[in-house]
């Protein structure tokens, strides 16, 4: 989410079986938002976590558990697209675009725990 100079990202991270979302970050693609992700999921104690090739990820998951697969993502990737389609927030040229960062937050909070 493009605001002027400065952008918004939306960081989650999803349950592989499940595909529920286990916790999610709204901010800069900085490597704190990033901890406070993975520092939940490393609470479930997964067994593999995928990701890409994002190198921020590589430094913070412990190499035994960490995976690095295009292929494994395609679930997240198929979330971003059902993301896009539902919440029209997420766009600039629409009506319903949060300019506040909180707003967009309490929304995903809604459309992912209901």
Known sequence: MANGKFQNWLT????????????????????????????????????????DRLPLSRNLIPRHIHK??????????????????????????TIYYSKKEKYLEAYLRIYYWG
């Open 68 to 93: 690095v697969f295009q292929y494994f993502t395609n679930r997240i990737e198929r979330k971003n697209l059902a993301l896009r389609t539902h919440i029209k927030r997420l766009f600039r040229k």
């Open 12 to 51: 989650y991270s999803i349950e592989q079986k499940t595909r529920a979302v286990i916790g999610f970050c709204v901010g800069s693609n900085s490597i704190e938002n990033i901890k406070l992700i993975i520092g939940k999921l490393l609470l479930l104690k997964p067994q593999k976590n995928y990701t």
